[in-house]
Protein backbone atom coordinates (compact mmCIF):
# COMPACT_ATOMS: atom_id res chain seq x y z
CA UNK A 1 0.00 0.00 0.00
CA UNK A 2 1.11 3.49 -1.04
CA UNK A 3 1.77 5.26 2.09
CA UNK A 4 0.78 8.81 0.71
CA UNK A 5 -2.68 6.94 0.44
CA UNK A 6 -3.20 7.59 4.54
CA UNK A 7 -0.40 10.68 4.93
CA UNK A 8 -2.30 13.29 7.66
CA UNK A 9 -3.73 16.21 5.69
CA UNK A 10 -2.10 19.68 7.17
CA UNK A 11 -3.87 23.04 7.08
CA UNK A 12 -1.71 24.56 4.46
CA UNK A 13 -2.76 22.08 2.13
CA UNK A 14 -5.75 24.01 1.42
CA UNK A 15 -4.53 27.71 0.79
CA UNK A 16 -2.66 28.49 -1.93
CA UNK A 17 -0.26 30.99 -1.85
CA UNK A 18 -0.49 34.70 -3.27
CA UNK A 19 1.72 33.85 -6.47
CA UNK A 20 -0.79 30.45 -7.26
CA UNK A 21 -4.20 32.27 -6.32
CA UNK A 22 -2.99 35.21 -8.57
CA UNK A 23 -1.89 32.77 -11.70
CA UNK A 24 -5.23 30.59 -11.26
CA UNK A 25 -7.20 33.43 -10.93
CA UNK A 26 -5.55 35.39 -13.68
CA UNK A 27 -6.31 32.26 -16.28
CA UNK A 28 -9.75 32.91 -15.83
CA UNK A 29 -10.16 36.56 -16.96
CA UNK A 30 -10.91 35.74 -20.61
CA UNK A 31 -10.31 39.49 -22.71
CA UNK A 32 -8.12 39.92 -19.40
CA UNK A 33 -5.75 37.64 -21.21
CA UNK A 34 -4.79 40.60 -23.40
CA UNK A 35 -2.43 41.27 -20.45
CA UNK A 36 0.31 38.69 -21.23
CA UNK A 37 0.38 40.91 -24.46
CA UNK A 38 0.68 44.15 -22.54
CA UNK A 39 4.04 42.59 -20.78
CA UNK A 40 3.68 44.34 -16.79
CA UNK A 41 1.36 46.24 -15.27
CA UNK A 42 -0.85 47.52 -12.18
CA UNK A 43 -0.70 47.98 -8.47
CA UNK A 44 -3.09 46.59 -5.67
CA UNK A 45 -6.57 47.73 -4.86
CA UNK A 46 -5.26 50.07 -1.99
CA UNK A 47 -2.78 51.80 -3.94
CA UNK A 48 -5.13 51.59 -7.02
CA UNK A 49 -5.71 55.76 -6.50
CA UNK A 50 -2.22 55.95 -6.19
CA UNK A 51 -1.32 54.70 -9.63
CA UNK A 52 -4.08 56.48 -11.15
CA UNK A 53 -2.93 59.67 -9.55
CA UNK A 54 0.55 59.02 -10.80
CA UNK A 55 -0.57 58.72 -14.89
CA UNK A 56 -2.95 61.82 -14.76
CA UNK A 57 -1.62 64.63 -16.83
CA UNK A 58 1.15 66.41 -15.09
CA UNK A 59 2.62 70.12 -15.40
CA UNK A 60 6.36 69.80 -16.14
CA UNK A 61 8.72 72.40 -13.43
CA UNK A 62 9.77 74.20 -16.44
CA UNK A 63 8.72 75.84 -19.64
CA UNK A 64 7.92 73.25 -22.25
CA UNK A 65 7.86 73.22 -26.33
CA UNK A 66 6.55 69.73 -26.75
CA UNK A 67 3.53 67.36 -25.12
CA UNK A 68 4.50 63.95 -26.97
CA UNK A 69 7.31 62.60 -28.52
CA UNK A 70 6.92 60.38 -31.64
CA UNK A 71 10.56 58.24 -31.57
CA UNK A 72 11.11 56.58 -35.06
CA UNK A 73 14.30 54.06 -34.56
CA UNK A 74 15.96 53.28 -37.87
CA UNK A 75 17.50 49.81 -36.17
CA UNK A 76 20.25 48.36 -37.55
CA UNK A 77 22.36 52.33 -38.37
CA UNK A 78 21.40 53.73 -41.52
CA UNK A 79 24.66 54.39 -43.25
CA UNK A 80 25.03 58.80 -42.44
CA UNK A 81 27.37 59.23 -45.56
CA UNK A 82 24.76 57.77 -47.56
CA UNK A 83 21.38 59.81 -46.42
CA UNK A 84 22.10 63.10 -44.71
CA UNK A 85 26.05 63.64 -44.05
CA UNK A 86 27.18 64.41 -47.65
CA UNK A 87 31.05 63.47 -48.17
CA UNK A 88 32.55 64.63 -51.65
CA UNK A 89 35.96 63.75 -50.03
CA UNK A 90 35.01 59.81 -50.49
CA UNK A 91 34.37 60.05 -54.32
CA UNK A 92 37.58 61.39 -54.46
CA UNK A 93 39.45 58.98 -52.87
CA UNK A 94 37.45 55.81 -53.80
CA UNK A 95 39.13 52.84 -54.23
CA UNK A 96 42.02 54.25 -52.22
CA UNK A 97 43.27 53.81 -48.78
CA UNK A 98 42.16 56.54 -46.51
CA UNK A 99 45.00 58.23 -44.10
CA UNK A 100 44.72 56.45 -40.80
CA UNK A 101 42.22 53.82 -41.58
CA UNK A 102 41.73 50.31 -41.96
CA UNK A 103 40.32 49.98 -45.49
CA UNK A 104 40.03 51.83 -48.99
CA UNK A 105 37.29 54.56 -49.31
CA UNK A 106 33.59 53.61 -50.35
CA UNK A 107 32.21 56.94 -52.79
CA UNK A 108 28.77 56.78 -52.17
CA UNK A 109 26.39 55.48 -54.52
CA UNK A 110 23.87 57.83 -54.27
CA UNK A 111 23.58 61.59 -55.71
CA UNK A 112 23.19 64.24 -52.93
CA UNK A 113 21.43 67.82 -53.25
CA UNK A 114 20.21 71.31 -51.46
CA UNK A 115 16.77 71.05 -50.73
CA UNK A 116 14.56 73.58 -49.69
CA UNK A 117 14.69 77.48 -48.12
CA UNK A 118 17.70 76.33 -46.21
CA UNK A 119 19.61 74.37 -48.72
CA UNK A 120 20.20 71.61 -46.53
CA UNK A 121 22.46 68.48 -48.59
CA UNK A 122 19.66 65.54 -48.43
CA UNK A 123 20.64 61.89 -50.64
CA UNK A 124 18.35 60.81 -53.38
CA UNK A 125 17.05 58.25 -51.41
CA UNK A 126 14.84 60.80 -49.48
CA UNK A 127 13.11 62.49 -52.21
CA UNK A 128 9.82 63.35 -50.29
CA UNK A 129 11.62 63.69 -46.37
CA UNK A 130 13.84 66.01 -48.86
CA UNK A 131 11.14 67.83 -49.76
CA UNK A 132 9.89 68.67 -46.04
CA UNK A 133 13.74 69.82 -44.98
CA UNK A 134 13.02 73.15 -43.65
CA UNK A 135 10.88 71.10 -41.63
CA UNK A 136 13.82 69.18 -40.15
CA UNK A 137 16.86 69.64 -37.66
CA UNK A 138 19.73 67.40 -38.64
CA UNK A 139 22.15 66.37 -36.16
CA UNK A 140 25.15 65.44 -37.89
CA UNK A 141 27.88 64.93 -34.79
CA UNK A 142 25.90 61.68 -32.61
CA UNK A 143 28.29 59.48 -30.81
CA UNK A 144 27.75 56.15 -28.65
CA UNK A 145 29.69 53.76 -26.90
CA UNK A 146 30.01 50.42 -28.50
CA UNK A 147 29.34 49.19 -32.05
CA UNK A 148 27.01 46.22 -31.52
CA UNK A 149 23.61 46.33 -32.23
CA UNK A 150 21.75 44.66 -29.52
CA UNK A 151 23.84 46.75 -26.88
CA UNK A 152 23.67 50.33 -28.85
CA UNK A 153 19.79 49.73 -29.06
CA UNK A 154 19.26 49.39 -25.81
CA UNK A 155 21.47 52.33 -25.34
CA UNK A 156 19.66 54.45 -27.33
CA UNK A 157 16.58 53.77 -25.54
CA UNK A 158 17.38 53.58 -22.23
CA UNK A 159 20.66 55.51 -21.94
CA UNK A 160 22.84 52.58 -20.38
CA UNK A 161 24.24 49.43 -21.22
CA UNK A 162 22.34 47.60 -18.34
CA UNK A 163 18.85 47.22 -16.79
CA UNK A 164 17.49 50.53 -17.05
CA UNK A 165 13.93 52.41 -17.78
CA UNK A 166 12.99 52.74 -20.95
CA UNK A 167 12.89 56.58 -22.16
CA UNK A 168 9.62 56.17 -22.82
CA UNK A 169 8.98 55.05 -18.77
CA UNK A 170 10.74 58.02 -18.40
CA UNK A 171 8.69 60.79 -19.75
CA UNK A 172 5.49 58.54 -18.77
CA UNK A 173 6.73 59.27 -14.87
CA UNK A 174 7.15 62.50 -15.91
CA UNK A 175 4.70 63.99 -17.44
CA UNK A 176 1.66 61.62 -16.87
CA UNK A 177 -0.89 60.69 -19.53
CA UNK A 178 -3.60 62.38 -21.24
CA UNK A 179 -5.96 59.62 -21.52
CA UNK A 180 -6.45 57.24 -18.77
CA UNK A 181 -7.99 54.59 -20.94
CA UNK A 182 -4.83 53.80 -23.40
CA UNK A 183 -1.62 53.32 -22.22
CA UNK A 184 0.77 56.40 -21.99
CA UNK A 185 3.49 54.57 -24.10
CA UNK A 186 3.39 52.62 -26.85
CA UNK A 187 5.56 50.77 -29.20
CA UNK A 188 4.88 49.82 -32.54
CA UNK A 189 6.96 46.79 -34.50
CA UNK A 190 6.39 45.60 -37.16
CA UNK A 191 6.82 41.15 -36.19
CA UNK A 192 8.89 40.12 -33.68
CA UNK A 193 11.35 41.22 -31.31
CA UNK A 194 14.22 43.57 -32.15
CA UNK A 195 17.34 43.03 -30.78
CA UNK A 196 17.57 43.74 -27.07
CA UNK A 197 13.79 42.57 -26.99
CA UNK A 198 11.62 44.09 -24.15
CA UNK A 199 14.49 46.08 -22.50
CA UNK A 200 13.58 48.83 -25.27
CA UNK A 201 10.34 49.54 -23.82
CA UNK A 202 10.42 48.47 -20.33
CA UNK A 203 10.10 50.58 -16.81
CA UNK A 204 12.99 48.63 -15.08
CA UNK A 205 12.62 49.76 -10.96
CA UNK A 206 10.31 52.30 -12.49
CA UNK A 207 6.75 51.19 -10.87
CA UNK A 208 5.19 49.03 -13.90
CA UNK A 209 2.34 51.36 -14.80
CA UNK A 210 5.00 53.30 -16.82
CA UNK A 211 6.13 50.61 -19.29
CA UNK A 212 5.75 50.18 -22.45
CA UNK A 213 3.05 48.37 -24.49
CA UNK A 214 4.51 46.99 -27.66
CA UNK A 215 2.03 46.31 -29.97
CA UNK A 216 2.91 43.90 -33.64
CA UNK A 217 1.43 45.78 -36.33
CA UNK A 218 2.18 43.41 -38.83
CA UNK A 219 -0.76 41.45 -38.05
CA UNK A 220 -3.64 41.91 -41.16
CA UNK A 221 -6.75 42.64 -38.71
CA UNK A 222 -7.81 44.86 -35.86
CA UNK A 223 -8.53 41.28 -33.55
CA UNK A 224 -4.90 39.95 -33.87
CA UNK A 225 -3.16 43.09 -33.72
CA UNK A 226 -4.70 43.53 -29.95
CA UNK A 227 -5.45 39.93 -29.34
CA UNK A 228 -8.09 39.03 -27.29
CA UNK A 229 -9.14 42.94 -26.73
CA UNK A 230 -13.28 41.52 -26.08
CA UNK A 231 -14.46 39.14 -24.24
CA UNK A 232 -17.59 37.72 -25.97
CA UNK A 233 -18.37 35.45 -22.87
CA UNK A 234 -18.12 38.19 -19.36
CA UNK A 235 -19.52 41.43 -19.71
CA UNK A 236 -17.40 44.66 -18.75
CA UNK A 237 -19.37 44.65 -15.14
CA UNK A 238 -18.45 41.06 -14.06
CA UNK A 239 -15.19 41.84 -15.40
CA UNK A 240 -14.69 44.84 -13.04
CA UNK A 241 -15.99 42.70 -10.10
CA UNK A 242 -12.97 39.98 -10.68
CA UNK A 243 -10.41 42.47 -11.26
CA UNK A 244 -11.51 44.13 -7.81
CA UNK A 245 -12.10 41.00 -6.39
CA UNK A 246 -8.37 39.98 -7.08
CA UNK A 247 -6.99 43.46 -5.82
CA UNK A 248 -8.63 42.77 -2.92
CA UNK A 249 -7.18 39.47 -2.24
CA UNK A 250 -3.84 40.96 -3.45
CA UNK A 251 -4.04 43.54 -1.05
CA UNK A 252 -4.63 41.25 1.97
CA UNK A 253 -1.90 38.87 1.25
CA UNK A 254 0.60 41.76 0.43
CA UNK A 255 -0.60 43.01 4.66
CA UNK A 256 1.45 39.84 5.49
CA UNK A 257 3.99 39.21 2.91
CA UNK A 258 6.48 40.43 0.61
CA UNK A 259 5.45 42.38 -2.01
CA UNK A 260 6.67 40.44 -5.56
CA UNK A 261 7.21 43.00 -8.20
CA UNK A 262 6.09 40.50 -10.97
CA UNK A 263 2.66 40.22 -9.70
CA UNK A 264 2.33 43.39 -8.78
CA UNK A 265 2.79 44.51 -12.08
CA UNK A 266 0.65 41.61 -14.31
CA UNK A 267 -2.23 43.42 -12.13
CA UNK A 268 -1.38 46.36 -13.85
CA UNK A 269 -1.51 45.03 -17.31
CA UNK A 270 -5.04 43.28 -16.38
CA UNK A 271 -6.27 46.61 -15.07
CA UNK A 272 -4.96 48.38 -18.73
CA UNK A 273 -6.11 45.87 -20.59
CA UNK A 274 -9.91 46.32 -18.73
CA UNK A 275 -9.65 49.70 -19.67
CA UNK A 276 -8.34 49.33 -23.77
CA UNK A 277 -11.74 47.62 -24.36
CA UNK A 278 -13.49 50.68 -24.43
CA UNK A 279 -11.04 53.33 -26.54
CA UNK A 280 -7.95 50.88 -28.12
CA UNK A 281 -10.27 49.27 -31.18
CA UNK A 282 -10.81 52.93 -31.91
CA UNK A 283 -7.47 53.75 -31.81
CA UNK A 284 -5.91 51.45 -34.12
CA UNK A 285 -8.88 50.75 -36.57
CA UNK A 286 -7.43 52.51 -39.58
CA UNK A 287 -10.50 51.93 -41.63
CA UNK A 288 -11.96 55.13 -39.81
CA UNK A 289 -9.09 56.91 -42.18
CA UNK A 290 -10.24 58.17 -45.35
CA UNK A 291 -8.51 56.98 -48.46
CA UNK A 292 -6.90 60.05 -49.43
CA UNK A 293 -5.31 59.43 -45.75
CA UNK A 294 -4.81 56.33 -46.23
CA UNK A 295 -3.10 56.92 -50.09
CA UNK A 296 -0.96 59.89 -48.53
CA UNK A 297 0.92 57.76 -46.23
CA UNK A 298 0.85 54.71 -48.51
CA UNK A 299 -0.52 51.55 -47.76
CA UNK A 300 2.13 49.67 -46.54
CA UNK A 301 3.87 48.36 -42.98
CA UNK A 302 5.69 51.91 -42.43
CA UNK A 303 2.93 54.04 -43.83
CA UNK A 304 0.11 52.03 -41.43
CA UNK A 305 2.41 52.23 -38.30
CA UNK A 306 3.09 56.02 -38.75
CA UNK A 307 -0.88 56.46 -39.00
CA UNK A 308 -1.29 54.61 -35.92
CA UNK A 309 1.16 56.65 -34.31
CA UNK A 310 -0.81 59.78 -35.43
CA UNK A 311 -4.22 58.39 -33.90
CA UNK A 312 -2.38 57.32 -30.58
CA UNK A 313 -1.05 60.82 -30.02
CA UNK A 314 -4.50 62.56 -31.06
CA UNK A 315 -5.78 60.33 -28.23
CA UNK A 316 -3.25 61.85 -25.68
CA UNK A 317 -0.91 59.02 -25.73
CA UNK A 318 2.44 60.80 -24.45
CA UNK A 319 4.96 58.96 -26.06
CA UNK A 320 5.25 56.37 -29.42
CA UNK A 321 8.00 53.70 -30.25
CA UNK A 322 7.59 52.82 -33.86
CA UNK A 323 10.22 50.53 -35.12
CA UNK A 324 11.55 50.86 -38.47
CA UNK A 325 14.53 48.22 -38.81
CA UNK A 326 16.21 47.19 -41.80
CA UNK A 327 19.13 49.31 -41.93
CA UNK A 328 21.97 46.92 -41.79
CA UNK A 329 23.75 46.90 -44.52
CA UNK A 330 27.21 45.32 -44.93
CA UNK A 331 27.01 44.16 -48.66
CA UNK A 332 24.41 45.41 -51.22
CA UNK A 333 24.52 48.94 -50.07
CA UNK A 334 23.33 50.80 -53.00
CA UNK A 335 20.56 48.05 -53.59
CA UNK A 336 19.27 47.38 -49.64
CA UNK A 337 19.63 51.32 -48.52
CA UNK A 338 17.86 52.85 -51.26
CA UNK A 339 14.66 49.84 -50.89
CA UNK A 340 14.92 50.34 -46.88
CA UNK A 341 14.78 54.38 -47.19
CA UNK A 342 11.79 54.07 -49.51
CA UNK A 343 9.98 52.33 -47.25
CA UNK A 344 10.08 55.34 -44.83
CA UNK A 345 10.38 58.12 -47.10
CA UNK A 346 6.51 58.61 -48.30
CA UNK A 347 5.54 57.79 -44.78
CA UNK A 348 7.47 59.80 -42.93
CA UNK A 349 7.05 62.69 -45.21
CA UNK A 350 3.26 62.39 -44.90
CA UNK A 351 3.89 62.13 -40.84
CA UNK A 352 4.94 65.23 -40.32
CA UNK A 353 2.06 66.85 -43.19
CA UNK A 354 -0.11 65.33 -41.36
CA UNK A 355 0.68 66.55 -38.07
CA UNK A 356 0.75 70.20 -39.43
CA UNK A 357 -2.06 69.98 -41.25
CA UNK A 358 -4.25 69.18 -37.59
CA UNK A 359 -2.05 71.11 -35.55
CA UNK A 360 -0.33 69.11 -33.69
CA UNK A 361 3.06 69.30 -35.08
CA UNK A 362 4.25 72.05 -32.57
CA UNK A 363 3.38 69.93 -29.77
CA UNK A 364 4.98 67.00 -31.10
CA UNK A 365 8.06 65.90 -31.23
CA UNK A 366 9.83 64.13 -33.61
CA UNK A 367 12.30 62.04 -33.85
CA UNK A 368 14.14 60.17 -36.21
CA UNK A 369 17.69 57.82 -36.28
CA UNK A 370 20.01 54.63 -35.29
CA UNK A 371 21.96 53.09 -32.84
CA UNK A 372 24.94 53.73 -34.20
CA UNK A 373 26.29 54.31 -38.08
CA UNK A 374 28.92 53.43 -40.88
CA UNK A 375 32.33 53.47 -41.81
CA UNK A 376 33.19 55.45 -44.17
CA UNK A 377 35.47 51.91 -45.85
CA UNK A 378 33.79 49.16 -47.73
CA UNK A 379 33.20 46.36 -45.54
CA UNK A 380 35.59 43.52 -46.86
CA UNK A 381 33.07 41.19 -46.15
CA UNK A 382 31.08 42.64 -49.56
CA UNK A 383 32.46 41.26 -51.79
CA UNK A 384 31.55 43.18 -55.43
CA UNK A 385 28.30 44.83 -53.79
CA UNK A 386 29.74 46.03 -50.99
CA UNK A 387 28.61 47.63 -47.60
CA UNK A 388 29.88 49.62 -45.20
CA UNK A 389 30.91 48.14 -40.97
CA UNK A 390 29.92 49.24 -38.26
CA UNK A 391 30.84 52.40 -36.58
CA UNK A 392 30.22 54.29 -33.12
CA UNK A 393 32.29 57.47 -33.95
CA UNK A 394 29.91 59.23 -35.99
CA UNK A 395 25.66 58.99 -37.14
CA UNK A 396 23.21 61.06 -37.92
CA UNK A 397 19.67 61.95 -35.63
CA UNK A 398 16.72 63.95 -37.25
CA UNK A 399 14.36 65.97 -35.32
CA UNK A 400 11.45 67.21 -35.65
CA UNK A 401 8.20 69.53 -34.70
CA UNK A 402 8.01 69.94 -30.69
CA UNK A 403 10.17 73.13 -30.18
CA UNK A 404 12.75 72.15 -32.54
CA UNK A 405 14.50 74.66 -35.23
CA UNK A 406 13.41 73.44 -38.58
CA UNK A 407 15.66 74.07 -41.88
CA UNK A 408 19.25 73.61 -39.77
CA UNK A 409 22.21 71.06 -39.27
CA UNK A 410 23.81 71.21 -36.08
CA UNK A 411 27.53 69.40 -35.64
CA UNK A 412 30.26 68.02 -37.73
CA UNK A 413 31.79 65.00 -39.07
CA UNK A 414 35.16 65.01 -40.61
CA UNK A 415 35.99 64.76 -43.83
CA UNK A 416 35.60 61.20 -44.24
CA UNK A 417 32.43 60.85 -42.27
CA UNK A 418 34.58 58.46 -39.86
CA UNK A 419 34.16 60.41 -36.34
CA UNK A 420 32.35 63.46 -35.01
CA UNK A 421 34.57 66.36 -34.82
CA UNK A 422 32.38 69.59 -33.98
CA UNK A 423 29.23 69.68 -31.21
CA UNK A 424 29.72 65.99 -30.79
CA UNK A 425 26.18 64.90 -29.42
CA UNK A 426 26.26 61.68 -27.12
CA UNK A 427 23.20 60.05 -26.84
CA UNK A 428 23.00 60.92 -23.23
CA UNK A 429 22.98 64.26 -24.74
CA UNK A 430 19.84 63.64 -27.18
CA UNK A 431 18.18 62.14 -24.28
CA UNK A 432 18.86 65.54 -22.54
CA UNK A 433 17.60 67.47 -24.80
CA UNK A 434 14.42 65.33 -25.65
CA UNK A 435 13.97 65.62 -22.00
CA UNK A 436 14.19 69.63 -21.83
CA UNK A 437 12.02 70.30 -25.05
CA UNK A 438 9.37 68.46 -22.73
CA UNK A 439 9.88 70.48 -19.91
CA UNK A 440 12.93 68.86 -17.75
CA UNK A 441 15.92 69.29 -16.14
CA UNK A 442 17.49 65.74 -16.91
CA UNK A 443 19.69 66.04 -13.40
CA UNK A 444 16.12 66.89 -11.56
CA UNK A 445 13.95 64.33 -12.97
CA UNK A 446 14.85 61.26 -10.84
CA UNK A 447 13.49 57.93 -9.36
CA UNK A 448 14.56 56.87 -5.89
CA UNK A 449 15.79 53.00 -5.83
CA UNK A 450 17.80 51.74 -3.53
CA UNK A 451 19.40 53.96 -1.47
CA UNK A 452 19.73 56.27 -4.52
CA UNK A 453 18.47 58.60 -7.06
CA UNK A 454 18.30 57.28 -10.41
CA UNK A 455 17.87 59.58 -13.63
CA UNK A 456 17.99 58.69 -17.63
CA UNK A 457 21.10 60.73 -18.06
CA UNK A 458 23.01 58.67 -15.38
CA UNK A 459 25.59 61.54 -14.17
CA UNK A 460 25.99 63.07 -17.89
CA UNK A 461 24.12 64.90 -20.52
CA UNK A 462 24.01 67.82 -22.33
CA UNK A 463 21.13 69.75 -23.51
CA UNK A 464 21.76 70.70 -27.09
CA UNK A 465 19.98 74.18 -26.46
CA UNK A 466 21.51 75.76 -30.18
CA UNK A 467 17.99 73.54 -31.56
CA UNK A 468 15.72 75.10 -29.50
CA UNK A 469 13.25 77.19 -31.66
Given at each position: ?????????????????????????????????????????LFSAARALEAEANLLPKTPPLPAKAKHVVHIFAQGAPSHVDTWDYKPSLAKLDGQPIPGMDGV?????????????????????????????????????????????????????????????????????????????????????????????????????????????????????????????????????????????????????????????????????????????????????????????????????????????????????????????????????????????????????????????????????????????????????????????????????????????????????????????KDKVHVHDLHATILALLGFDHKKLTYRYNGRDFRLTETYGEIIKPVFA
Amino acid sequence: MNPDEHRMVDLEDHFLTRRQFLQRAGMGFGALSLAGLLGEGLFSAARALEAEANLLPKTPPLPAKAKHVVHIFAQGAPSHVDTWDYKPSLAKLDGQPIPGMDGVAMASPFKFSKKGKSGIEVSEVFPQIGERVDDLCVIKSMYTDIPAHEVATIMMNTGSRLVRPSLGSWVLYGLGSENQNMPGFVSLRPGGPPPGGTANWQSSFLPGLYQGVSINTKVPTLNQLIENIRNPNTPLPEQRRQLDLVHKLNELHSQNMQKEAQLEARLEAFEMAFKMQTEATDAFDLNKESATTREAYGRTSQGNQLLIARRLIERGVRFVQVWAGGWDHHQDLEEKLADRAKDIDQPLAAFIQDLKQRGLFDETLVVWGGEFGRKPVRDRNGGDNPGRDHNAKAFTTVLAGGGVRGGMTYGETDEFGNASVKDKVHVHDLHATILALLGFDHKKLTYRYNGRDFRLTETYGEIIKPVFA
